[in-house]
């Protein structure tokens, strides 16, 4: 029957996690870290907060960014958007660029979760390291922690 569909919760997404082939761990209920493996290392949270699944890994501290080269950044960012992206969209937050999406709770199945994280794990091999272009000459670390 349309739009009889029940919300899903927690143990919903822990079960297509479960079921992936993403390692990952509860950090406190409803926030996972799941690991990323395209081979770029790491760590998506995903968040459980009302009616959405909040998908987020911290890509690039903008501190790192050559300042010269912030507007070619962002530009390059919203082609990958336009061009590669399906399931997220690169932004900025809190002072860094991140990857995230959003999906609502009440359509989220497992192939939407799975297609988030393995869209994550392309932009996270394919696009990242091309941001290396855009940092400071003396910038040493360009990948800042995630945190939930």
């Known amino acids: 029957m349309l739009g009889c569909e029940r919300m899903r919760t927690n143990d919903d997404i822990e079960a297509y996690l479960a079921r992936s082939r993403y390692p990952h761990h509860e950090i406190e209920e409803g926030t996972w870290l799941v690991s990323d493996v395209s081979g770029a290392n790491e760590q998506i949270v995903v968040k459980v907060s009302d009616d959405v699944a909040l998908f987020r890994v911290n890509v690039l501290d903008l501190d790192s960014v050559d300042p010269k080269k912030r507007a070619e950044l962002h530009q390059r ?31 989220l199945d497992y192939n939407e979760l799975v297609g988030t994280l393995d869209d994550f794990g392309v932009a996270l091999s394919k696009h990242v390291p091309g941001f290396a272009v855009y940092r400071k000459a003396d910038a040493t670390s360009s990948r800042p922690a995630n945190k939930a």
């Open 77 to 107: 960012c919203l082609e990958l958007n336009g061009n590669d992206m399906v399931h997220g969209a690169y932004g900025i937050a809190g002072g860094r660029l991140v990857l995230t999406a959003s999906p609502r709770m009440e359509n």
